[in-house]
């Protein structure tokens, strides 16, 4: 058990410090990245392909590079917004980590790039626990992946700067109550706001973006309160969070690093293709 734990705090320490640097050399540059996480079937492509729109319309300069363990379809969705962009193939691997990031950024990214949005792999475990450099993270859910998505991954939800609900115009249908889902996000992480979308109605389109934009010129992020029971070694292991102040026991202990552990062992991933505008 012992040598479990060291090698997932040696496997995050390497992310964490690669990281910081990437963060460093982005903001030095004025580019800042928002890292997109949620389950397959968000709705997380379609939104941000209306971001991306939105962003070369005002005459911003944005980039997306997105995740995938196959295929190019998402690359080719979002190239058609006209903004330059970037298909990652992981070949098995289930997240981003922060030195394969930098690696497809060189000689890439456009120097002028103000956002960098990163569509990360669609899983709301692996990629929970590995800082990208971002300047944003975002945790997305649709109304028809039930209220109770924030308990059942709350290290994704619990370390989110911003959440996002989409799929808006089927909440009826579905009969998601919206009331539940915001209070159990706020369980698991206090103060955090929750943005309303859907891309087929167009509700809330530009908020993300907006959000983005502030973040970016300087406005802080909201900041997560957690603190976490210690935890067995486990490949999969996504052990209930709790929020600062909540009946539990750990709940004074030291707020959480906003990349817990969770290495994994993976082939390298295949490599990047680049999908211009259409």
Known sequence: MCREVELRQAVLAKNDGAAEALRAGLTAR???????????????????????????KRGVPVAALTADLATENDATRLARSGVPVKQILTDGLCHLEAHMLGRHLDDWL??????????NVGNLVCPASYDLGESLRVVLASVTEGEDKPLKYPTAFGLAQLVVITKTDLAKAVEFDEAAFRANVLRVNPGVRILRTSSRSAEGTGLLLDHALAIAGGTRPHTPVMSRQPRAAHVHDDAPLQAEGAQDPAADAPAASPSPPHPHSHPHPAPATTAGPR
Do not use: I, M
Not at 40 to 46: E, H, I, L, M, V
Not at 110 to 119: A, G, H, K, Q, Y
């Open 30 to 56: 004025g580019t800042a990245v928002v890292n997109l996480l949620s389950s397959p079937g968000s709705g997380k492509t379609a939104l941000l392909e209306q971001e991306l729109t939105l962003a070369r």
């Open 110 to 119: 456009p120097p002028d790039t103000r956002l960098l949005f990163v569509e």
